[in-house]
């Protein structure tokens, strides 16, 4: 991170159908009498923010708590295969890439987090343990914009176009190689834990085990870099628009998907998903404006957010 930027205070003014293809703010900020305590407190947290995401002796990154709430990994940066071999779908075909190190949230973004920054819950499956649901790819990146404001970082998105400024110090969507990176943790199987898909089970909501509707964060078991929910609950909004040669054409290092499109990708399924759909390779895409309701309340529900922010 800009290393000293959680809860600075000098910016607080900004501070299922691809069938193939198939936390509370404890800084308010406000409040004249309580500053002097807020600025130690945040001088503290700076300190322990530091500290605590340090990568332990483990191997398992220790997890941060922002100051609006959400607990983050702090990922080491490094190569690894992006897709599958042989490629079980044509949009995945194997190749190495590079990622810096990056936060990342550790649980998809839950509703009362969201409704705490935006002042709105869009979700169809209100509980605010649960990830936020229902959610546009432009709602995402505001949601986005919000947290960034909140903790006084730079945000990342233009509000007119969207753009996104990966330079600044605030929060965004992940890269694709962002989200399968930290999704595998490590692993080259089909999903984190493995290849065995009764396993999935233990890992994640999907059509199998979930009972409508997604579950609140955090219940099943993490991967081995502590991410909750990376298969299925909800699909997951990247920050790249999808090409399906996208692959063929990015550089290795740090890859951000092609400059324009029609649609954003999602990735890991979600609690109507199939197995093949929940896989760590698994591409998925949709309208930026795409809101899930327009598919009937039978299937509404499907689409959540799970920030990150560079180191
Ligand atoms: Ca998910």
């Known amino acids: 991170m800009g290393r000293s930027d959680w809860g600075g205070r000098s910016g607080l003014d900004e501070w299922q159908r691809k069938d193939r293809r198939g936390e509370s703010l404890a800084f308010p900020f406000s409040g004249g009498a309580c500053s002097a305590c807020l600025l130690v407190l945040s001088v503290l947290l700076i300190a322990g923010c530091q ?12 997890p941060v708590t922002t100051p609006s709430g959400a607990v983050m990994l702090l990922l080491p940066g490094g190569w690894f295969e992006v897709g599958s071999d042989p490629a079980v779908e044509k949009d995945e075909k194997r190749h ?3 990622v810096d190190a990056f936060y990342i949230d550790r649980f998809e973004v839950t509703q009362a987090n969201y409704q705490k920054l935006v002042g709105a819950n869009p979700s169809r499956y209100k509980d605010p343990n649960c990830p936020v649901d229902q959610v546009r790819w432009t709602q995402a ?20 176009t969207w753009a996104c400024d990966f330079d600044a110090g605030g929060y965004r969507l992940p890269t694709e190689a962002e989200w399968e990176y930290a999704c595998r943790a490590g692993s080259q199987a089909a999903w984190c834990f493995g290849d065995d898909e009764p396993r999935l089970a233990k890992h994640g909501w999907y059509k199998a085990n979930q009972t409508r509707g997604p579950h609140a964060v955090g219940r099943l ?11 299925g609950n ?16 990015g550089p290795a290092r740090n890859p951000r998907g092609p400059a324009a499109g029609k649609d954003r990708v999602l990735r890991g399924g979600c609690w109507d998903s199939r197995p093949n759909e929940c896989r760590s390779a698994y591409r998925y895409y949709e309208k930026p404006v795409f809101t899930d309701v327009c598919f009937g309340k039978a ?13």
């Open 221 to 231: 078991a993490p991967n081995a870099w502590g991410l909750y929910d990376v298969h």
């Open 96 to 98: 190495r890439v590079y």
């Open 234 to 249: 909800l699909w997951e909004w990247c920050n790249d628009w999808y090409a399906e040669d996208a692959y063929a054409q």
């Open 299 to 311: 299937v509404s529900g499907f689409v959540g957010i799970r920030c990150v922010r560079k180191r």
């Open 51 to 62: 500290k605590r995401g340090t990568p332990s002796s483990s191997g398992a990154p220790a």
């Open 141 to 160: 990146a505001a949601y986005c914009n919000a947290r960034s404001r909140a903790e006084g970082l730079a945000a990342c998105y233009d509000p007119n």
